[in-house]
């Protein structure tokens, strides 16, 4: 074989099918080309809850994955975000009524790190006593239920609508509400990272806390 044979051989590129991760049934979610495995890795991939689901009423849910893995002809995926579409969230919004939103950074049950972004929609205006403890009690719910459930399972909760249902149920009893939402939640850092940056500030608390003799 000629230099230049071996050349572009080495520039041709192979195609790897991106699955969703376990959670997800490990569905196809497209097809991704590289000519070195090494460069599949980190890549992001974005898709509808309605597209893995089969359903077009859950297409105003995106779910983006990150590739973690890859083998012979698959790239493996692991769970990055959801978010709701602009376009679906400003069709919640009613001229004289109140949009409450929360920005609440959880550690689940086997150390991940996740933000989570409510927003709770009330039928009239609330005034700022009202909003306040609908705020407050987004934030409460979320901080328990990553208490109580692994990363997988707060996840599950979010995507499945779960959780939202839930806030629902007790901060309507503080005001009437249209409807509550997570907008947005985000994979922050993993178990590792976590108790990297958590040994960091013990060194940095010890440093802190020496004395010259």
Known sequence: MSE???????Q???WYTVLAPEQFDRQELGETPADEPEKVYDRTIETTLGELNNNASENNTKLTFKITDVGSDSAYTE????SLTRDYLRSLVRRGASKIEAYVTVLTTDDYRVQIQPVAFTTKKADASQEKAIRETMVEMIEEAAAERSFEELIDSVVEGRLSSGIYGEAKTIYPLRRVEIQKTTLEAHPEEVAEEEATAVDV?????????
């Open 4 to 10: 230049r044979s071996v050349s572009r051989a080495k």
């Open 12 to 14: 041709e590129k192979r």
């Open 79 to 82: 769970f990055k975000e959801h």
């Open 205 to 213: 608390d010890e440093e802190d806390v020496a004395t010259d003799d």
